[in-house]
């Protein structure tokens, strides 16, 4: 029956056309049925509008009352703090590494270990002629770090840190008249490992050593021991004299205490631990293998299909880009073919930024199906089996096993290579090892279980296809985990464009990325998470304040302003380093004057800022990044799931023979009403 609503004024007209009036809002009917619609009857299409009428009308108020929400936030006042710590001893920083022990700080001359709280220097390596440009630090245990630094002039040399003391252990490229030049390195957590890039006459490569820490713990210990015997020899034979005139032996404490006094006045490089230190001779690591960049892909030198079968069969690595049979006249016509098919489109392509050299990334992974250390690793293999190794702007990362034996020939195939649509920007490892999330160029995230070896998400961290320039991962406890128990993690994404992102994924299931709230005109350009303090991330959107983010929101919560006159070293890769549990952040700052050269080494005490008082609350626990079922469980599900199909086996085996008794039956009445 028709339906009459009484109009009133100020109502909006909801007259509505005849069928011969109704206008389709696409009138191309070449489409996929499924996207059409029949015109609704009457009093139907009425009803409807109404309906989308009284929608619309509330998304207006509904987006107004978010501007309005909006606009007030902009309006309320950012918690800014100024006047940070001018820490001087440190005013001629270059570089910073966070530890266990401390914070090792790089200086124009040597590097210092200063305590987290209260910052003041523990420990100190002195030399005018050397300018620490980058620290790697690795704790072999509780009193023993391995130290790995690199200067200006591209010297690297390797430190033992213990008894409050560094000591030296070798430099590398210590020859003379050596032209090599070490220009990055990598550590391994348990200092198991360590890889160096060499800049030299034959080009960019990478040597990875093994280190000796067991060897050297040994040489520490028998270096203890032989001093320890020492003192007890010298103190039996200071008991022998005791029974000599007196006049001896007044003359002998007086040597003793102007000794005593001598070494009082002198550093500590002169106490007990000194004389330890200098007694060790600790052994020197040696190269065990060595990698080159990917060459360019040319055209192939395999005479017949038979030849390229035949490198397939002599341990021919697939996926590097060698195995195909384009000659060079082939890949110049396609490239012909493509220019002149696309020669309008080309003219939008970015120009492609040229490097000096390629890039080369090394991330230390533990024993996995993605890079298997054999079928039963033996009780004492290390906990880093395999180096992950990729290159800048190539489309694939190659695995290499640490456990191949010591050769003359240092350089080896890689053991597997993973291959990716386009070229690769960021690779992540997880704190414990189990996830890789590799980044692409267009903004495609892809994770893997490296325990399983298998891909898991396929993520993106924003809409715009922009290259991610950076990740990390997050802890699992800022996550909720569902009652099934599967945990939840989160990436902290940053892309070339500018923008942030933190993307949450479980399993095969991922979220829509929270993006963080940015002002009019601004970008991030670096992006840090506070040890201790995972809720809260350190963003840099310009070189003269610091903002602190919250990181499950994506609100800013306050601003670090810089002194007057002072900025950040750099604005992507600044000089800045959040302490354990946000009790500082620390940062190099520079002087805005080009004329007036001056740096100063400042510190924000986070734990005095009243803004963080809720964030500081929260507990950080060390939670696994996947979740995997005992061997014992997976056999007694398998077995449970077994016998529930017997069960229905021989229900549906029952049914079977009942439906094959009645068609029998029906076989044979009809058998007889024919006889």
């Excluded at 800014?80 to 270059?94: A, G, R, V, W």
């Amino acid at each position: 029956m028709p339906i009459y609503i009484p109009k009133q004024e100020g109502e909006p007209s909801l007259q509505t056309p005849s069928i011969s009036e109704f206008q389709l809002h696409d009138q191309d009917f070449i489409q996929d049925p499924d996207i059409l619609y029949d015109v609704l009857p009457q009093p139907y299409r009425m009803i409807d509008k109404i309906l989308w009428t009284i929608f619309e009308l509330a998304w207006d108020k509904i987006e107004a009352i978010q501007i309005e929400r909006d606009e007030d936030m902009k309006k309320k006042a950012i918690p800014k703090y100024e006047n940070p710590l001018d820490i001087q001893e440190l005013s001629d920083c270059e570089c910073m590494c966070l530890a266990e022990d401390g914070l090792f700080v790089g200086l124009n001359s040597g590097f210092v270990l200063i305590n987290q709280e209260s910052l003041k220097i523990l420990a100190m390596w002195n030399d005018q002629e050397v300018k620490i440009v980058d620290i790697k630090v690795a704790q072999i245990t509780s009193s023993f770090t391995f130290i790995l630094t690199l200067d200006e002039l591209g010297i690297c040399r390797l430190f033992i840190y213990t008894m409050d003391k560094f000591h030296i252990i070798k430099t590398l490229n210590e020859e003379p008249n050596s032209k090599i030049m070490i220009s990055n390195a990598w550590v391994s957590d348990d200092a198991m490992a360590f890889a160096v890039q060499i800049e030299g006459n034959t080009g960019t490569y990478i040597e990875v050593y093994r280190s000796l820490k067991d060897t050297w713990l040994k040489e520490f210990d028998t270096a203890l021991q032989q001093f320890q015997k020492m003192q007890q020899a010298a103190a039996k034979q200071e008991m022998t004299s005791s029974a000599q005139d007196v006049s001896s032996m007044s003359q002998i404490t007086e040597e003793t205490s102007q000794l005593q006094s001598q070494q009082s006045e002198e550093p500590a490089s002169q106490s007990a631990s000194s004389m330890v230190m200098k007694s060790v001779v600790f052994s020197k690591p040696t190269p065990s293998m060595r990698m080159r960049p990917p060459s360019v892909q040319s055209h192939s030198t395999n005479v017949s299909v038979a030849d390229l079968f035949h490198r397939v069969e002599t341990s021919s690595v697939i996926g590097n880009g060698t195995l195909h049979q384009l000659t060079n006249y082939q890949q110049e016509c396609r490239k012909l073919v493509f220019e002149q098919n696309h020669e309008q489109y080309l003219q939008y392509l970015e120009p492609h930024e040229s490097l000096v050299g390629k890039i080369p990334s090394i991330h230390f992974l533990t024993p996995g199906k993605l890079c298997p250390y054999g079928f039963e690793p033996p009780k004492d293999a290390p906990k880093y089996t395999s180096i992950l190794l990729w290159w800048s702007d190539d489309n694939f990362f190659s695995l290499y096993s640490l456990a191949k034996p010591a050769t003359k020939d240092l350089e080896f195939k890689a053991d597997r290579i993973i291959s990716f649509p386009l070229p690769i920007t960021s690779v992540v490892v997880s704190d414990d090892n189990s996830l890789i999330a590799v980044g692409q160029s267009l903004g495609q995230i892809v994770v893997y279980d490296k325990y399983l070896g298998i891909v898991t998400n396929l993520l993106r961290a924003s809409s715009s296809l922009t290259a991610i320039t950076s990740m990390s991962f997050l802890p699992p406890c800022l996550f909720e985990s569902d009652e099934s128990g599967v945990i939840e993690n989160g990436l902290l994404v940053c892309s070339k464009d500018g923008s942030c992102s933190l993307v949450r994924f479980r399993t095969a299931y991922s979220e829509d990325p929270l993006e963080f709230q940015l002002q009019k005109d601004e970008s991030i350009s670096f992006v840090s998470s506070i040890p201790g303090m995972p809720n809260v991330t350190v963003v840099l959107t310009s070189e003269i304040d610091i903002a602190l983010y919250d990181t499950l929101k994506g609100k800013i919560i306050c601003r670090l302003k810089l002194p007057e006159g002072f900025h950040l070293d750099d604005h992507y890769k600044p000089c800045l380093q959040a302490l354990s549990n946000g009790s500082h952040i620390v940062f190099k700052a520079i002087s805005s004057d080009e004329d007036v050269q001056s740096q100063k080494f400042l510190a924000f005490p986070t734990r005095s800022f009243f803004s963080l008082d809720s964030y500081a609350k929260f507990a950080s626990v060390a939670l696994p990044f996947t979740k995997y079922t005992s061997l014992e469980n997976t056999i007694q599900s398998y077995l449970n799931d077994r016998l529930y199909d017997q069960t229905e086996n021989l229900k549906r085996m029952k049914e079977r023979w009942s439906q094959l008794k009645s068609e029998v039956q029906i076989i044979q009445n009809m058998r007889t009403k024919v006889n």
